[in-house]
């Protein structure tokens, strides 16, 4: 068996070509939330109406919840541009009859933009305190 670490003069060890290659992989790219559709996601997330990556308690069942991760759809892509992926999520009326551990489980998701992800975690924390100081008119 080779030695792995193993290079005649001027070649590229194997690790050094399996970064070189993940340069001919195409670029992930996520299309950015205009802000109308960003202030849409913000009051769906604070409402329930969506469930994240983030929400999932034990990340050892990710594939679970969002079960196209199995077939690892993100490989073909360059690694430098998937870290531009802010959060994996699924509108809660997408959710198979079954889940697991309490946690939905769903056959598709989206991806939000790692910038919008930190602008709506940002808005959502604003709109949560927003709601919880409602005011209530005096009883009658």
Not at 12 to 34: A, G, H, M, T
Not at 41 to 69: C, E, H, W
């Amino acid at each position: 068996m080779p030695d792995p670490d193993y290079a005649l003069e001027g070649e590229q060890k194997p690790e050094q070509l399996s970064e070189y290659w993940d340069d001919f992989k195409e670029p992930f790219v996520i299309p950015r939330l205009s802000d109308e559709k960003l202030r849409e996601f913000v009051n769906d997330y604070v409402s329930g109406r969506i469930f994240t990556l983030d929400q999932v308690r034990d990340k050892g069942l990710a594939m679970s919840v969002f079960m196209p991760l199995i077939f690892d759809p993100f490989s073909r892509y360059n690694p430098e541009t998937l870290k531009n992926v802010g959060t994996i999520y699924q509108y809660m009326h997408e959710a198979l009859p079954r889940s697991i551990n309490g946690m939905p489980c769903f056959l598709s998701f989206n991806i939000l933009h790692s910038k919008d992800w930190e602008r709506a975690l940002k808005a959502a924390d604003a709109e949560i305190a927003r709601r919880s100081s409602i005011e209530l008119p005096p009883d009658e």
